[in-house]
Every structure is written in structure tokens, then in C-alpha cells.
């Protein structure tokens, strides 16, 4: 008994071994593939899509300037500091280099906490370099606390170059900037003037007349977008074409469209019935401009 004990034992550490063995194989494998898997629902560790789309396309633009997120983690932010890095690592490696990410002890450079401002360790800065790859100080945002909405804005921020506003054009049944409800755009708004967008409510007059308020084609502004927010009249012929004449000559144009419904009560009848009704977007004259 002692001796099938014994080699019982013996053999059972021989697969412990082996497996041991086996899962350092793999984990080396794995990380000299430098292959990983988010498997935390709200992906902590790893961009989203949307993030990734973003980030991978301004990494081709040579016109954008390169950013280093300073990440100023002391000796007890230690765990921190190893998950973190995978998520700093994934802005650095889908922007192509264009992001790149630097861990500062904050004991060592009492006068970087100064000079940007950060007040407890975990903190990270956000700031464009220079054309000669120092870092523009007088651009750097502070993100107070890690996340991933908090770090792609400010990336998208201090990334941003020119000057830039969004016309939203007031119509009939159209959506409100101004609106705090479920349809309205005030979070949108307040979004892109985070961006250090202009944003501006205009009418058809405003951009139509024989000598327009606001013009379109305004050289003060690098980019223009046009935002028509729904509505329910058509436009006029004459107030379209100025419309298609900014697209054509290089304007942006968002065009926001949903199925309208009026409640329509017939004599007799108790209850109203809906009743579909042409929007703006789905108006003749636009259908043929969109086909």
C-alpha cells in the first residue's frame, strides 16, 4: 500500500509539472503574439469600436498632432499601474504610435504636479507634442479619474486643429437644441462645444437671403457642417438648392429623418388613427437631391 502510495503520489506531481509546464508555454506563446481578450463587460481593459474606428483614422492623418497621455502613478497605484497599462497600450498600439503613454512618479516630479495641476496620484494628462515631440503644456488636459469616455475625449480634444462650428437649421417639427428631453439635442451640443466647436441655431432665412446673416461659406471657419434635424414641411425649391449648392461646392451635411405621424379623427370615430405624413427628409424634392 505504501508503495502504490508513493506512486500514486509521484505521479500525480508529474502532471502537476506537466500542466504547470504546458500553461508557461502557452502564456509566453500568447504573449509573444501579443494576442488579448477583454473579457470584462463593460471592456475596461480595451477600446471600444467606435474608439478603435476613431483613433485608427486619425493615426493616418499627418496633419494631426502626436499626443502622450502622462500617467502620474506612484509605488501604491503598483496594481493599477499593470491594469491600466493594457488599455494605454491599445490607444498606443490602434493609433499607430500617433498616442503614446508615459508613467511619471509623482513623489519624483513635485513640479510636473504643479505645473499641470494634478492634485492625487491616478491622475492623467492629456497633452498634444510639438513639432519638435516635446510636450504643449499650454493644451494639456487633466483626466481626475480613469476612464476610457474621460481619456478618447480629451484625446480627441487636444487633437483637434482648426476652427470648426456645426449650423443646425431650425424647422418646423425639427429637433430642439436647446431640448433637455429624450429627443432633444442639448447633450449633442454641449458635446461638440466641449470639442471647442462653434455651434448655432440658424433659419432658412438666416442662410437664404440676398445678403445671408450667417454664410456658409464663412473663410474664418476650417469646416462647416449643416445639421437639419428633422421636420415636417418640405422645403422650397429655391431654399434647397442653397442647401445643395454648399454640399456641392465641398459643405457637410447631416440630415436626421424619421417616419411622421399625425392623429387624425374622422366624425364618428372615438378613438384618433395615425395617420403617416411626408417629412422634410422624405419630401420630393429632397428624395431626388439624396438619390
Known amino acids: 500500500r505504501t508503495g502504490n502510495t508513493v506512486r500514486v503520489g509521484g505521479t500525480s506531481l508529474v502532471y502537476t509539472v506537466v500542466i ?48 502622450r497621455m502622462l500617467a502620474f502613478y506612484g509605488q501604491q497605484q503598483a496594481g493599477r499601474r499593470d491594469q491600466d497599462t493594457l488599455l494605454l497600450e491599445d490607444y498606443q498600439t490602434t493609433s499607430n504610435g500617433k498616442i503614446t503613454y508615459e508613467f511619471i512618479d509623482p513623489e519624483r516630479s513635485p513640479q510636473l504636479l504643479e505645473q499641470y495641476g494634478v492634485t492625487t496620484p491616478g491622475q492623467i494628462v492629456v497633452a498634444p507634442l510639438n513639432a519638435d515631440g516635446t510636450v504643449n503644456t499650454e493644451r494639456a488636459e487633466l483626466v481626475r479619474l480613469f476612464s476610457q469616455e474621460e481619456l478618447s475625449n480629451a484625446a480627441l480634444r487636444v487633437m483637434a486643429t482648426g476652427n470648426f462650428r456645426a449650423l443646425f437649421l431650425n424647422t418646423e417639427g425639427g429637433l430642439s437644441t436647446e431640448s433637455t428631453e429624450g429627443d432633444g439635442l442639448s447633450l449633442l451640443k454641449t458635446s461638440l462645444e466641449d470639442l471647442n466647436w462653434t455651434v448655432q441655431d440658424v433659419s432658412i432665412f438666416d442662410i437664404s437671403a440676398e445678403q445671408p446673416t450667417v454664410n456658409l461659406q464663412d473663410p474664418a471657419f476650417d469646416g462647416t457642417v449643416l445639421v437639419v434635424a428633422g421636420g415636417e414641411a418640405a422645403l422650397s425649391d429655391e431654399n434647397l438648392a442653397v442647401i445643395t449648392n454648399f454640399v456641392s461646392a465641398g459643405g457637410d451635411l447631416v440630415l436626421m429623418a424619421a417616419p411622421g405621424f399625425t392623429s387624425v379623427a374622422g366624425e364618428g370615430e372615438a378613438e384618433a388613427t395615425a395617420t403617416a405624413t411626408t417629412t422634410l427628409a422624405a419630401a420630393p424634392n429632397m428624395s431626388e437631391f439624396l438619390f
Open 20 to 67: 504547470l509546464a504546458a500553461l508557461v508555454v502557452v502564456y509566453i506563446f500568447i504573449r509573444n503574439q501579443n494576442i488579448r481578450a477583454d473579457l470584462t463587460q463593460t471592456n475596461d481593459f480595451s477600446l471600444t469600436a467606435e474608439a478603435r474606428a476613431a483613433f485608427s483614422t486619425l493615426a493616418a492623418d499627418p496633419s494631426i498632432p502626436s499626443v
